[in-house]
């Protein structure tokens, strides 16, 4: 069995409605996301669904998106 060290296994989150960009590569390079029951959002990489999920509050996320929305990451692709 493999050891997830870092998140939960997604399919833990059998439940879960999973979404992609439309931006997404056409080689399913993507991050998925997907809302879960108690508030959370879990992510995942969809080359590995059944891959560990990390999960985050809603402010996480939300201040991760705020921050990117204001290019405070921008120097990650240079």
Same mark, same amino acid.
């Given at each position: 069995?493999?050891?997830?060290?870092?998140?939960?296994? /997604?399919?833990?989150?059998?439940?879960?409605?999973?979404?992609k960009?439309?931006h997404?590569? /056409?080689?399913?390079?993507c991050? #998925?996301? /997907?809302?879960?029951?108690?508030g959370e959002? /879990?992510?995942?990489?969809?080359?590995?669904?059944?891959?560990?999920?990390l999960?985050?509050t809603?402010?996480?996320?939300?201040?991760?998106?705020?921050?990117a929305?204001?290019? #405070?990451?921008?120097?990650?692709?240079?």
């Amino acid at each position: 069995m493999e050891q997830v060290r870092n998140g939960i296994s /997604a399919e833990l989150l059998s439940e879960a409605r999973w979404r992609k960009s439309r931006h997404s590569g /056409a080689v399913g390079n993507c991050v #998925e996301v /997907a809302p879960l029951p108690g508030g959370e959002i /879990a992510m995942r990489n969809s080359r590995f669904p059944g891959g560990p999920a990390l999960i985050y509050t809603r402010e996480e996320i939300a201040a991760f998106l705020a921050g990117a929305k204001d290019g #405070e990451f921008d120097d990650v692709l240079s």
